[in-house]
């Protein structure tokens, strides 16, 4: 199985922009949920937002509200998130992973289980933001 490979991370200035993309293969896109996680160093991996792929109901951290927007193309099995008015608090590694049919949509972006709440994860693009 082709794991998701995530692209579109760099390097910007605060207040930038950066649009990652995540493509995925027939085998690992998600018909119930998607979302983009994120790690940063010396800090545990945390939610970023969510997608229900059924109803198209968002999902997104109270630390990236307004600013970050998660899309998808179904025809083309792309998860996208939009990263605008981006902060240094941002900076972190960026992952796309599929969701457990089992597992909440909407919370699992406040605490989950990396080993029973995912089905699969990208290998991650990195995101600096400089002040």
């Known amino acids: 199985v082709q794991l998701p490979v995530e692209s579109g991370g760099g390097s910007v200035q605060a207040g930038g922009s950066l649009r990652l993309s995540c493509p995925a293969s027939?085998?690992?896109?998600?018909?119930?949920?998607m979302g983009w996680f994120r790690q940063a160093v010396g800090k545990e991996r945390e939610g970023v937002a969510t997608?229900?792929?059924?109803?198209?109901?968002?999902y997104y951290a109270d630390s990236v509200k307004g600013r970050f927007t998660i899309s998808q193309d179904n025809a083309n099995h792309t998860l996208y998130l939009q990263m605008n008015s981006l902060k240094p608090d941002d900076t972190a590694m960026y992952y796309c992973?599929?969701?457990?049919?089992?597992?909440?949509?909407?919370?699992?972006?406040?605490?989950?289980?990396?080993?029973?709440?995912?089905?699969?994860w990208g290998m991650g693009t990195q995101v600096t933001v400089s002040s």
């Open positions: 997608l229900n792929m059924g109803d198209e109901s968002t």
């Open positions: 992973a599929t969701i457990n049919p089992r597992t909440d949509c909407s919370t699992v972006l406040v605490g989950f289980d990396i080993g029973s709440d995912f089905g699969y």
């Open positions: 027939e085998f690992t896109w998600s018909n119930y949920c």
